[in-house]
């Protein structure tokens, strides 16, 4: 079981950049495949980036080279370091942890998560 609250959204202007956080409480952190996804009005769900037990990281195509994800373990706490921010990057971002233990991919499958935050709103004008 685990708890994920985000924080750091916000706006911005285009080009810009915004750190996303999202704070987990419960257990297993570390060996929890962690992502982040993110939905627009009109637009299906999109997983953005992922990372894993040991520090592999995926991203969604659209986001590749502008992202990154990370995490420290020690503090519980994920991170999305977004650069470059395009006004279609506005969106509702969601943190998501998966099943302690459970492999996942780093091609991001909403299936493959089942504990999620509140969401943070980010919002990049042109």
């Known amino acids: 079981q685990v708890q994920l609250v985000e924080s750091g959204g916000g706006s911005v202007q285009a080009g810009g950049s915004l750190r996303l956080s999202c704070a987990a409480s419960?257990?297993?952190?570390?060996?929890?495949?962690m992502a982040w996804f993110r939905q627009a009005p009109g637009k299906e769900r999109e997983g953005v980036a992922n990372i894993i037990r040991t520090g592999r990281t995926g991203y969604a195509d659209s986001v590749q080279g502008r992202f990154t994800v990370s995490k420290d373990n020690a503090k519980n706490t994920l991170y999305l370091q977004m650069n470059s921010l395009k006004p279609e990057d506005t969106a509702m971002y969601y943190c998501?942890?998966?099943?302690?233990?459970?492999?996942?991919?780093?091609?991001?499958?909403?299936?493959?998560?089942?504990?999620w935050g509140q969401g943070t709103q980010v919002t990049v004008s042109s």
């Open positions: 419960g257990s297993s952190f570390s060996s929890r495949c």
């Open positions: 998501a942890a998966g099943v302690s233990g459970d492999y996942c991919s780093t091609t991001i499958r909403t299936r493959e998560y089942r504990y």
